[in-house]
């Protein structure tokens, strides 16, 4: 029987879900509180150029092709290959193979080769065990006859996953690296530095895995993603509003039954959350005691996912000469003379020291910058609550050390694209505040849940998920159902939902 569906937030795993459930012939409503689809992977456009808000690219090709076949809109989206190119002081390579790591990076550290060859050898069991499932869709994401089928690749590389990471379980990448080199030192600095700061050892080889194989930039950017999804919800009869927050949940005798929006009353059958985990269960419920505190308690000091500060930069410089200097759309440039600590919020130099990210939209695809002009984004991770909070407080002295952090981030950046500062036209930035205020992700969260072993949020480790929730009939469908998010995740966790609701 048709069931009325609220779902808050037009991210992929709101949209995903959206679609799902319309198809299933349910009445399907969308609060989106921005202007336009996407979340944290949405983009925008400044003076003619093309920037992605947040989310550059994603994982998992088997799982986007099957989402894609599945709503009608296979051939739709061209994706283009990542290829990140390393750059330090002690080297400069792309990571397009594992043998070209190795071989950069013992040649770049010649007095640590046998620790090299340790630490990837602790790695290559496990992604050897990964590599037979890199590129299929989730078990999920079937059902049916055709998930036992889906299921079986699965089930037969299962063991030798297990087997292969139990050397590695629950041990962060900061772990194993101090087994092989001495902390402090450029080449324990690389190895703890690339991926999220003390992310698990196996999620780091799921991470060398798909550079090598299955990392993907959308070529017309994410938001023509996010707009197709979007456009096709709407053809199937869904009702999508934007700039449409959701104030509050509504709930009766233990249940979600509709959410505020505008200050209008929606009554629904199910609510499905697309949004921040703890912003859904802290603050969006009319009766907050529905929750056991115990549990409120666990949802309040759960560890989130590092912030990012973005700088969007259009460029008086065309295309071959940004390629020129870059040599791929896609930089990392680590430093590795200091050490960096993640979590403290209190290091005014964090900006001074830390590594950091170069992508160019319009290296991928022109069309995304004016003619004879190019764009660039500039990335690095940095702790959410930096500086007292980025002087949230006071609007002034925010937007100064937002400008002054952006001019610092564009200075370091000419050791790769010399001249970068003179060629800037256009310059913008975004803080873990901004993201924040406009995903409603906390601490302006990029990935969802911590990607830290030592804490969790879900049991069971990385590939943990639920989509359940404390509240009858409120369900997750973002990638904050699974302890390690990102894309894939939240695609899961729509079709996981939409199943658990049913027709």
Known sequence: MPKTIAVIGAGL?????????????HKVTIF????????????????????ESGTLSFESSGVFEKLMADLGLAGRLPLVRMRMRLVSPRFDFMMDSWSALKEALCAAFPEDRAGIDGYLGRLEPVIAAMRPLAIRPLPTQFSGLARVKAILPYAVAGPRFVLSKRRVKGMTVDELAAGYFRPGTPVFRFFTGLGYPKMEVSTQAGMFLVMEEDYWHVRDGMQRWADL??????????DLRLSAPVERILTSGGAAVGVVSKGERFAADAVVSGCDYKKTLLSLLDDPSIVPEAQRRKIREASVSEGIFTVYLGLRMSGPELLSKMKSHSVAFMPLDRDVDPDDAKAADHFDKDGFSLYSPSLVNPELAPEGRSSLMIQSVCPGHWQDDWRRGDPGAYRALKARVRDRLVARAEAVVPGLGAAVEFADAATPLTYERYTGNTDGATSGWSWN?????????????????????????????????GIPSAIGAGYLVARKIGR
């Open 13 to 25: 795993g709101g949209l995903t879900t959206a679609n799902l459930l319309a198809d299933r012939g």
């Open 453 to 485: 072993p030592r804490k969790p949020f879900y049991k069971g480790g990385a590939f943990a998920a639920a989509v359940t929730t404390p509240v009858r009939n409120l369900w997750i469908g973002s990638s904050w159902a699974g302890q390690i998010g």
């Open 229 to 238: 999804l979007a456009d096709r919800f709407r053809e199937r009869g869904g």
């Open 32 to 51: 989106e509180s921005y202007a336009r689809p996407g979340g944290y992977t949405a983009g925008f456009r400044r003076q003619g150029y093309y920037f």
